[in-house]
Nanobody, 124 residues
Framework: EVQLEESGGGSVQAGGSLRLSCAASGFTFDDYGIGWFRQAPEKEPEGVSCISSSDGSTFYADSVKGRFTVSSDNAKNTVYLQMNSLKPEDSAVYFC?????????????????WGQGTQVTVSS
């Protein structure tokens, strides 16, 4: 059974930092990657970042570029999203999912594997 489990969300003040984790089990992502998405109330989902398992390519949405960093620990089968200089507009539920990823963006994978999400709340 494939499982993705996010953790690390919480409440911080603007300017603060959080590190999200996405722990994967039951799947080998040789040709795919892990993407981070977020959805705030009454807003469309946004692809925030991704990292490719095959070559380590990364992508960042313009809204987070320079503030967020995605990384992976293959030994732990875990992908991280380090979020610095957080802003109130970063508040959302953050999800990780299996995706296709390169430095130009995130694309759907043939798989529908998503985590349950973790809430990030940034207060002003």
């Amino acid at each position: 059974e494939v499982q993705l489990e996010e953790s690390g969300g919480g409440s911080v003040q603007a300017g603060g930092s959080l590190r999200l984790s996405c722990a994967a089990s039951g799947f080998t992502f040789d040709d795919y990657g892990i993407g981070w998405f977020r959805q705030a109330p009454e807003k469309e989902p946004e692809g925030v970042s991704c990292i490719s398992s095959s070559d380590g390519s990364t992508f960042y949405a313009d809204s987070v570029k320079g503030r967020f960093t995605v990384s992976s620990d293959n030994a732990k089968n875990t992908v991280y999203l380090q979020m610095n200089s957080l802003k109130p507009e970063d508040s959302a539920v953050y999800f990780c999912a299996v995706v296709r990823c390169d430095d130009s963006g995130i694309e759907d994978s043939p798989f529908d594997y998503w985590g349950q999400g973790t809430q990030v709340t940034v207060s002003s």
